[in-house]
């Protein structure tokens, strides 16, 4: 099976890739999977989606939503265009800022991703359907974003973030005008996901969240680790002091105002943690600014 990686970057530094491909001159694509998130979009005719879970009818206005590692092809192409992105999750999560608080931002591009990875016989790819003006306004931020990479011109590297997440937001707004997730499951993990996100600074409780997702403790526990890497507690802790970085990068406020600012009730607990996750006292980053 094929692999595709990101190679041959149009902006160093920047991890997106995008190609529009238009009157295919093959047939079929084979069984191949990527090492980044791909998002594509179906701007005119039709092809079959083949995965280990079956095949379905693809076309105009459609979107799927493959994680890394999600095998998948295409069969018979019927004057097809469709949009390819490509982009490192990392960085997706880097650029949608608040939208990683919204449950159909969370459902889309986190959850049902992981989930498909950990069960694949029961997960499909996400798929959404573009209205006919989200589909033109897709088309439109897309070939944008393709011009935007091949320039040189200054504020490249700007605009083409500014444009991916013009496109996430796109797809997360006409997500949630269709009712925005994929099942009952889902809906109800993202829901939980996002509210870690939004309230990363309020006392946060295990079992709350668990109740949130419609699991058990330790059923969340393993979930939450599988996409994280680390606990919701840990991962708010994150949140916090990655939050308090910002504030003291910015000035302005003391040490205790930016502990209590980001979820602290004690300076002298924020500037243990804060050095133990950055190495350095919290006064440091402040002068430095």
Not at 78 to 95: G, I, M, S, T, Y
Request: glycine share 10%; aromatic share 6%; net charge positive.
């Amino acid at each position: 099976m094929r692999r595709f990686r990101l190679q041959g970057l149009s902006v160093p530094g920047l991890p997106i890739r995008v190609e529009v491909q238009d009157n295919m001159p093959w047939e079929n694509v084979g069984e191949h999977d990527h090492e980044f998130l791909e998002i594509v979009i179906f701007l005119r005719g039709r092809t079959r989606h083949v995965t280990r879970r079956g095949r379905d009818e693809v076309g105009p206005g459609d979107v799927l939503v493959l994680r890394p590692g999600e095998a998948h092809g295409y069969e018979g192409f019927r004057n097809l265009r469709l949009a390819n992105v490509h982009v490192d999750p990392a960085f997706l999560l880097e650029v949608a800022g608040e939208l990683r608080g919204d449950p159909v931002f969370q459902a889309w591009f986190q959850v049902r991703p992981q989930l498909a990875g950990a069960e694949p016989d029961k997960q499909r790819p996400t798929r959404l359907g573009l209205s006919a003006p989200g589909l033109v306004e897709a088309e439109r931020l897309v070939l944008r974003l393709v011009e935007e990479l091949k320039t040189n011109r200054p504020g490249r590297m700007l605009l083409a973030r500014a444009l991916m997440l013009e496109l996430i937001v796109l797809l997360v707004r006409e997500g949630e005008a269709q009712g925005g997730v994929i099942d009952e499951k889902i809906r109800r993990l993202a829901e939980a996901c996002a509210h870690v996100e939004r309230h990363f600074r309020e006392p946060l409780r295990l079992g709350d969240l668990a109740s949130k997702a419609g699991m058990s403790v330790n059923g969340f526990l393993r979930v939450f680790r599988r996409l994280h890497g680390i606990s919701p507690i840990a991962y708010a802790q994150r949140l916090r002091l990655s939050h308090a970085r910002k504030l003291l990068r910015e000035g302005g406020l003391s040490v205790t105002e930016v502990a209590l600012e980001s979820g602290f009730g004690d300076s002298n607990y924020f500037s243990r943690c804060y050095r133990k996750g950055y190495g350095e006292a919290p006064t440091a980053t402040r002068r430095r600014g």
